[in-house]
């Protein structure tokens, strides 16, 4: 069969882009009730099966819930919360009701999360108990008529409804919401790299696409143990580790547990994990890990996603673990579109510092950096998607958003431009470059620096603040700020780790600055734009 047919894209695309597509049936419902669908592993590495009947009944408990709250289709739902059985039952949940998810990172701080609150027009607020604490700050985080559910808590919290309670049933039943393939599941924010961080909204009939690379760029196979280990609060996480394995019916592995080498090699041991995918720091955290690769792991399929692999972990992983890690590309806005790919009849040999060909479903191009034509082989110019042969495109614009829908695409509008920068080689391989736009990519999480240098402004001693990436062997690149002092300040590593904590405090305890550099002015261009390209040429080239 042509791997590559318009057939075999309509048949994948049948059952979700449809006017009556329910997201509680295509993502539960229509899955044997017997087969599991996650496995939850405690850091103990104890662990629960929850199998899709299971998943069904408590799904439908808390949609009927929610619907007794006023809830209903079209409201925007926030989860803050960890991986658990629980996080399951909630997302279920809100999709069964035909609401929209906004995922939010649990290291995020209380002005992100107020941001996206705000932007996303939440109702209602899902959270930890052991993250409740970050909606204490204000109006903007409870206010108005923004329903607040606590996960976990004693239930004693004024002003909060308890989660347990909820679920101890006793509401009128609700049908599954009959949204379509163009109703909206989930609403992300990106990185904020030029400004505040635009919503992007995923649409039903995406649930095509992100099984799709499920299958041609994983190889997920019905006997796979296969484990995602992004979080679920970004893109990839969400997409793969969440919904393509539901949509598919296949098991996926959830670990409730933050990262250590030492967990995650016991993890894949334990549980015998065949399929494996998680960003290079990931890989680059388990190579260094003095204890090694147990013994006996049953890995076949070993892929990498979020920020350019690096061929030092390329040639570890065919030593050690006797599989060569395969890189992929994509974006928020659009799933995963060129890859390394795994499935038979698209494997082909991987190339140290490529990210692979386009995957089935997408057409690609690099267009020159100054024109819409299309650059000539080896000629680093602007990764594009060709949104008129791509049947599996779905992102459609950010939302209130429409000067920056249109920089994502050429004025004909055939074209969406990644913001990426690289080349095309003789045999159809892409290379990726750089970013045209200033995103940083530390351990697979995509910052923008534009929300950390509004935190690092609001500090008396900043005058001006503009933070870029620096290389990193463990975590590809790191946070670097370079500060402006107000008139009389001087930079001590008081100040510094100061700033480093206002960071963690009003942003997210993961986007802080490695280091701050004190300068005395930025470099800029006549109309006064900060060019941050330089610094990052900067941090590059010197000591």
Same mark, same amino acid.
């Given at each position: 069969?042509?791997?590559?047919?318009?057939?075999?894209?309509?048949?994948?695309?049948?059952?979700?882009?449809?006017?009556?597509?329910?997201?509680?049936?295509?993502?539960?419902?229509?899955?044997?009730?017997?087969?599991?669908?996650?496995?939850?592993?405690?850091?103990?590495?104890?662990?629960?099966?929850?199998?899709?009947?299971?998943?069904?009944?408590?799904?439908?408990?808390?949609?009927?819930?929610?619907?007794?709250?006023?809830?209903?289709?079209?409201?925007?739902?926030?989860?803050?919360?960890?991986?658990?059985?629980?996080?399951?039952?909630?997302?279920?949940?809100?999709?069964?009701?035909?609401?929209?998810?906004?995922?939010?990172?649990?290291?995020?701080?209380?002005?992100?999360?107020?941001?996206?609150?705000?932007?996303?027009?939440?109702?209602?607020?899902?959270?930890?108990?052991?993250?409740?604490?970050?909606?204490?700050?204000?109006?903007?985080?409870?206010?108005?008529?923004?329903?607040? /559910?606590?996960?976990?808590?004693?239930?004693?919290?004024?002003?909060?409804?308890?989660?347990?309670?909820?679920?101890?049933?006793?509401?009128?039943?609700?049908?599954?919401?009959?949204?379509?393939?163009?109703?909206?599941?989930?609403?992300?924010?990106?990185?904020?790299?030029?400004?505040?961080?635009?919503?992007?909204?995923?649409?039903?009939?995406?649930?095509?696409?992100?099984?799709?690379?499920?299958?041609?760029?994983?190889?997920?196979?019905?006997?796979?143990?296969?484990?995602?280990?992004?979080?679920?609060?970004?893109?990839?996480?969400?997409?793969?580790?969440?919904?393509?394995?539901?949509?598919?019916?296949?098991?996926?592995?959830?670990?409730?547990?933050?990262?250590?080498? +030492?967990?995650?090699?016991?993890?894949?041991?334990?549980?015998?994990?065949?399929?494996?995918?998680?960003?290079?720091?990931?890989?680059?955290?388990?190579?260094?890990?003095?204890?090694?690769?147990?013994?006996?792991?049953?890995?076949?399929?070993?892929?990498?996603?979020?920020?350019?692999?690096?061929?030092?972990?390329?040639?570890?992983?065919?030593?050690?673990?006797?599989?060569?890690?395969?890189?992929?590309?994509?974006?928020?806005?659009?799933?995963?579109?060129?890859?390394?790919?795994?499935?038979?009849?698209?494997?082909?040999?991987?190339?140290?510092?490529?990210?692979?060909?386009?995957?089935?479903?997408?057409?690609?191009?690099?267009?020159?950096?100054?024109?819409?034509?299309?650059?000539?082989?080896?000629?680093?110019?602007?990764?594009?998607?060709?949104?008129?042969?791509?049947?599996?495109?779905?992102?459609?614009?950010?939302?209130?958003?429409?000067?920056?829908?249109?920089?994502?695409?050429?004025?004909?509008?055939?074209?969406?431009?990644?913001?990426?920068?690289?080349?095309?080689?003789?045999?159809?391989?892409?290379?990726?470059?750089?970013?045209?736009?200033?995103? /940083? /990519?530390?351990?697979?999480?995509? /910052?923008?620096?534009?929300?950390?240098?509004?935190?690092?402004?609001?500090?008396?001693?900043?005058?001006?603040?503009?933070?870029?990436?620096?290389?990193?062997?463990?975590?590809?690149?790191?946070?670097?700020?370079?500060?402006?002092?107000?008139?009389?300040?001087?930079?001590?590593?008081?100040?510094?780790?100061?700033?480093?904590?206002?960071?963690?405090?009003?942003?997210?305890?993961?986007?802080?600055?490695? +280091?701050?550099?004190?300068?005395?002015?930025?470099?800029?261009?006549?109309?006064?734009?900060?060019?941050?390209?330089?610094?990052?040429?900067?941090?590059?080239?010197?000591?």
């Amino acid at each position: 069969m042509d791997l590559r047919s318009d057939d075999r894209t309509e048949r994948l695309l049948a059952p979700y882009d449809r006017p009556d597509a329910s997201a509680a049936e295509l993502l539960c419902d229509r899955h044997p009730a017997e087969r599991v669908a996650l496995t939850v592993v405690d850091a103990d590495l104890g662990s629960q099966d929850l199998t899709f009947g299971e998943l069904r009944a408590r799904s439908e408990t808390f949609a009927a819930a929610l619907a007794a709250q006023g809830i209903g289709q079209g409201d925007a739902v926030a989860v803050l919360m960890g991986k658990s059985a629980d996080l399951a039952t909630v997302l279920l949940g809100i999709w069964r009701l035909g609401a929209v998810h906004i995922p939010l990172f649990t290291a995020f701080a209380s002005p992100a999360i107020a941001l996206r609150l705000r932007a996303g027009g939440a109702t209602a607020v899902v959270v930890d108990a052991d993250q409740a604490h970050k909606l204490d700050s204000g109006e903007d985080l409870t206010g108005g008529a923004r329903t607040v /559910i606590e996960v976990g808590g004693t239930g004693a919290n004024p002003g909060r409804l308890a989660f347990e309670d909820l679920m101890g049933g006793g509401h009128p039943p609700v049908d599954p919401a009959r949204i379509g393939g163009d109703g909206t599941l989930v609403e992300l924010f990106t990185s904020g790299t030029t400004g505040r961080p635009k919503g992007v909204r995923l649409p039903v009939r995406a649930l095509a696409a992100l099984e799709g690379y499920l299958v041609d760029g994983l190889d997920v196979r019905p006997d796979d143990v296969y484990w995602d280990a992004a979080d679920p609060g970004w893109a990839y996480g969400l997409y793969y580790a969440v919904l393509a394995p539901l949509a598919m019916g296949r098991r996926s592995i959830w670990l409730a547990a933050g990262f250590s080498a +030492s967990t995650t090699w016991q993890v894949l041991d334990r549980f015998g994990v065949t399929n494996f995918a998680a960003a290079p720091t990931i890989y680059r955290a388990l190579r260094t890990d003095p204890l090694g690769a147990p013994e006996g792991l049953r890995l076949r399929r070993v892929s990498s996603a979020g920020e350019p692999l690096t061929p030092d972990v390329i040639e570890w992983s065919e030593r050690v673990l006797g599989l060569t890690v395969r890189d992929h590309y994509g974006q928020t806005e659009l799933g995963m579109v060129i890859a390394n790919a795994w499935r038979d009849g698209l494997r082909a040999k991987v190339l140290p510092g490529s990210m692979g060909r386009p995957l089935p479903g997408y057409a690609t191009a690099v267009l020159r950096l100054e024109s819409d034509e299309l650059a000539p082989a080896g000629e680093v110019g602007r990764v594009a998607l060709d949104t008129s042969a791509s049947p599996l495109f779905w992102f459609a614009g950010y939302p209130g958003a429409p000067e920056r829908t249109a920089e994502r695409f050429t004025a004909d509008g055939r074209w969406y431009l990644t913001g990426d920068s690289g080349y095309r080689d003789e045999d159809g391989r892409y290379f990726f470059s750089s970013r045209d736009d200033d995103v /940083i /990519i530390m351990a697979g999480y995509r /910052i923008g620096p534009f929300d950390v240098e509004s935190v690092l402004v609001t500090h008396a001693a900043v005058a001006e603040a503009a933070v870029v990436a620096a290389p990193d062997a463990l975590r590809g690149e790191v946070l670097v700020a370079h500060v402006v002092l107000a008139a009389g300040r001087e930079g001590t590593p008081e100040l510094e780790a100061e700033l480093q904590r206002l960071v963690k405090e009003r942003f997210a305890a993961h986007a802080y600055p490695r +280091s701050v550099r004190w300068v005395s002015e930025l470099p800029k261009t006549p109309s006064g734009k900060v060019q941050r390209f330089r610094l990052r040429e900067r941090e590059r080239t010197e000591p």
